[in-house]
């Protein structure tokens, strides 16, 4: 079973037990209501299913369905989840350390049925230019939406690391694929 860490969890939860007046049970079972209104520990593995609704749920009543809110929040959550947790990840004034950084931070935070499914890779194609691709190992909903989250999360990570003139472009996806997939063009000064 697929499984996902705590820490990324948690930014759902909190979010989520922070907007009362929405109709959250639409999105969850009681299991998932469990969870998300319980002790969520950041260094915990929870069933992937989980963040999965919580996402979604999230990105339709946060963010109002509109992919430009998913990219500003993934600026916010990648800041929030650095400074919380994992202060290794930000702050180094190496943008494209920084960007190899996270994708060892995020195969640490994923656990996929198959471990060598290869989430996110990075490949860069010039000083200052990097392809960030990313998979995922079963059809998502709102696999459109997580990949302007990461979107967001590669253009903050840069500009924390002393990047200028920031560009982020989705430039190839199938969102809808079996195994769907998105690349990430990200290139600075």
């Known amino acids: 079973m697929a499984k996902v860490k705590g820490a990324l969890l948690l930014e759902y939860a ?7 007046d929405k109709d959250w049970k639409k999105y969850f079972t009681e299991e998932d209501s469990k969870v998300i209104f319980g002790t969520v520990l950041p260094n915990a593995w929870y069933p992937i299913e989980i963040v999965e609704r919580a996402g979604e749920a999230v990105f339709k009543e946060i963010a109002q369905g509109k992919l ?8 916010f959550v990648l800041e929030d989840i650095g400074n919380r947790f994992y202060r290794n990840l930000i702050r180094y004034q190496d943008p494209l350390g920084s960007l190899e950084r996270i994708k060892t931070f995020i195969q640490q935070w994923y656990l996929f049925d198959d471990p ?7 490949q860069q194609e010039a000083p200052n230019r990097v392809k960030m691709t990313i998979r995922y190992d079963r059809p998502f909903a709102a696999f459109e939406a997580y990949v302007h989250q ?6 903050r990570i840069v500009e924390l690391n002393g990047g200028k003139e920031i560009k982020v472009k989705i430039t190839e996806h199938d969102y809808k694929a079996d195994k ?3 690349a990430v063009m990200v290139s600075w000064k």
Do not use: M, Q, S
Request: glycine share 6%; no cysteine.
């Open 14 to 20: 909190r979010l989520i037990r922070a907007n009362k």
């Open 68 to 75: 430009e809110n998913a990219w500003l929040w993934g600026k």
């Open 116 to 122: 060598k499914f290869p989430f996110i890779e990075v």
């Open 150 to 155: 990461l979107a967001g999360e590669f253009e």
């Open 180 to 182: 769907p997939f998105a």
